[in-house]
């Protein structure tokens, strides 16, 4: 089965620049979509950035201008650059990957962001 591994996560001050990567146990360069999706304490999980197999990204409204999804098909590693990070960024953040018959999901990786 698939693994996937985040990492990047930390605490970081308003303001500063964080970026997670996800890495596959696969190749990911036939995939349909990839994803991130974060979780906050005592809210439901959404979608915060997506990337399909031709390229194609989109964003939740709350991060556009902010956040950029990108992939490396050699590393088989999906990355997401977050810029000018605000307290309400606060959560856990999930890599996904879709292959358009299974979803899979890492576990998670804590991005704190301080006033």
């Known amino acids: 089965q698939v693994q996937l591994v985040e990492s990047g996560g930390g605490l970081v001050q308003a303001g500063g620049s964080l970026r997670l990567s996800c890495a596959a146990s696969?190749?990911?360069?036939?995939?349909?979509?990839m994803g991130w999706y974060r979780q906050a304490p005592g809210k439901q999980r959404e979608l915060v950035a997506r990337?399909?197999?031709?390229?194609?990204?989109n964003y939740v409204d709350s991060v556009k201008g902010r956040f950029f999804i990108s992939r490396d098909n050699a590393k088989n590693t999906v990355y997401l650059q977050m810029d000018s990070l605000k307290p309400e960024d606060t959560a856990v953040y999930y890599c996904?990957?879709?292959?358009?018959?299974?979803?899979?999901w890492g576990k998670g990786t804590l991005v704190t962001v301080s006033s």
């Open positions: 990337i399909t197999r031709d390229g194609s990204t």
């Open positions: 696969i190749s990911i360069i036939s995939i349909n979509a």
């Open positions: 996904n990957l879709d292959t358009g018959w299974s979803s899979y």
